[in-house]
């Protein structure tokens, strides 16, 4: 998690960039904010264990940032941008929920208090910043629809291929 948190930091800014609802902008900033501390906790871990943080490559995010970043350049100047970007979040939070969740699992069963705790603080920012993502998902799914009626299938298809890539 420690290389999938570096990635996102570097990809959240560029997101909170192509966006054009202030909402999404500012939930992109704010996780952003958020990310780094997770970054800073992590070290915390290390730290305790008496470990030095080491990066491994980690493709999932590559991939889900990889999306992202085509998600950006295929709806750029579309109504469907915004749902778009609300769905590449929502994919990277589920990523790191389930990663968060597995290494809290970890912890607990190494009886490490101190990872437990800090991984426990971690995921519950994972799980708030996804319920903000779905809050806006509703919205500006409708809104990509209802910018262009004349192109709604379009849309729909634009958006739904986001969720069909391999």
Known sequence: MYDAEMRIIKALPKFANATSCQQLKHAFLSHLQETMEHVVKINHIFEKSG????????????????EGVQAVVENKGQPTLN????????????????????????ARLLQNEVATQIIEEILKQERDCDETLKGLAVEKNQEALDADSTNMKKAVRKIRGHFMRK
């Open 83 to 106: 749902a778009a970007l609300v769905a590449v979040g929502q994919k990277v939070e589920h990523y790191e929920i389930a990663s968060y969740g597995c290494l809290h699992d970890w």
């Open 51 to 66: 470990e030095r943080p080491r990066a491994r490559k980690c493709p999932a995010a590559i991939e889900l940032i990889k």
